[in-house]
């Protein structure tokens, strides 16, 4: 099969951590006799010293014309630290959202048996967890109308949504329900937002069409509460934008670390493969980083752009065997020996 695949490396350690995936992904197409085209495309901070803008068209065009995009990270202190900055890296992120129409945001959020102590949950809490957060992505308050009224002095900014935004996410969700434990769960704020209500209702409306799956419907900060008590007891859980934000990162240290988890973007054209972390410009060109969440994003874009499971089983087994033979990042070695984040990507390669 011949897979055209942008490549977006971004920011920090964007480029040393793509770096790894594509290593382990042409291992992968040598192995089952694919061709891998790379295109690659600036965003992000990057973007903006080179062109001025963080997702300049050009990259919008190489992205529109692959099967796939795999996304390293975007960010820099300069511009957080930057209050009154008028173009920021992140901008970039939600034209790209916008513009590929990625409506839909998934995060799985999985243990692994060799680090499930290096959790900062207890052990018999977190075994067996195995869920995944769907997150609206181009609606709410991140694309509402906002501003500023009485001379700066107030803020404003406005979540709306439609009942065509929730029934696609929540269409997708109920699908990857049915294919999983058939549990969904419906994440709002009911009790006080209108947008939270038309949410529930809206799924409350979609239910007879999916009579095999068991619907819950919890208030976010229930939630949020749940998640890091008895994080095992849910599924696939579906949530607005903002709500999907805060809970994604904090089911994220369920698994011990954020730099294992991956995710996706699906949309209407060009679906989006990237690791949940930021950019970590700390650690940018101290090949220190931790690659497996990219290298398992790479398996999410084999299996799910590309239909090829048997090859994103192959990344996931060698990751899991790299954790239990202690070939990892600093950031998981603990007294043990580091590798650099070239030589994990090597060696994940060399065992494909």
């Known amino acids: 099969m011949k897979l055209n695949i942008a490549l977006l490396a971004g920011d920090g350690i964007g480029p040393e951590v793509i770096d790894q995936a594509v290593k382990v992904s042409n291992a992968i197409a040598k192995k089952f006799n694919h061709e891998i085209v790379w295109t690659a495309g600036i965003t992000g901070a990057a973007a903006i010293d080179e062109v001025g803008e963080p997702y300049p068209d050009s990259t919008h065009e190489i992205c529109m014309a692959a099967d796939a ?34 409506f839909a945001n998934v995060r799985p959020t999985f243990t692994f048996p060799s680090l499930i102590d290096n959790s900062p ?19 709410g308050i991140y694309f509402g109308e906002r501003g500023r009224k009485d001379d700066g002095n107030t803020a404003f900014d ?85 709500f999907g934000d805060i809970l994604t990162d904090e089911a994220s240290v369920i698994s011990g670390s954020m730099g294992l988890m991956p995710s996706a973007s699906i949309g209407v054209h060009t679906s989006l493969f990237e690791p949940i972390h930021g950019s970590y410009p700390q650690a940018a060109g101290k090949d220190i980083a931790n690659p497996l969440a990219t290298v398992l994003s790479a398996a999410m874009m084999f299996e799910d752009a590309f239909g090829l499971k048997e090859e994103a089983e192959l990344i996931r087994a060698v990751v899991n065997k790299s954790l239990a033979e202690g070939i990892v990042t600093e950031d998981l070695a603990g007294a043990s020996k580091a590798y650099k984040t070239s030589e994990v990507g090597d060696w994940l390669a060399k065992n494909i």
């Open 69 to 102: 995009v795999l996304f390293g990270a975007i960010g820099h202190p300069r511009f957080d630290n930057d209050p009154k900055a008028t173009v920021r890296p992140e901008q970039g992120l939600l034209k790209m959202r916008q513009k590929l129409g990625l």
């Open 121 to 139: 949950l207890k052990r018999e809490r977190i075994e067996g967890t195995d869920l995944i957060i769907l997150r609206e992505l181009t609606g």
């Open 158 to 242: 406005t979540c709306t949504y439609t009942r065509s935004e929730i029934q696609r996410l929540a269409k997708l969700g109920f699908e990857m329900a049915m294919t999983r434990s058939k549990k969904l769960c419906c994440v709002d704020k009911a009790n006080v937002l209108e947008s939270s209500r038309l949410w529930r209702e809206t799924v409350q409306d979609m239910e007879k069409d999916y009579p095999e799956v068991t619907v819950s419907y919890e208030f976010v900060d229930a939630v949020a509460m749940r998640l890091v008590q008895w994080p095992s007891s849910y599924d696939v859980l579906i949530t607005e934008n903002l």
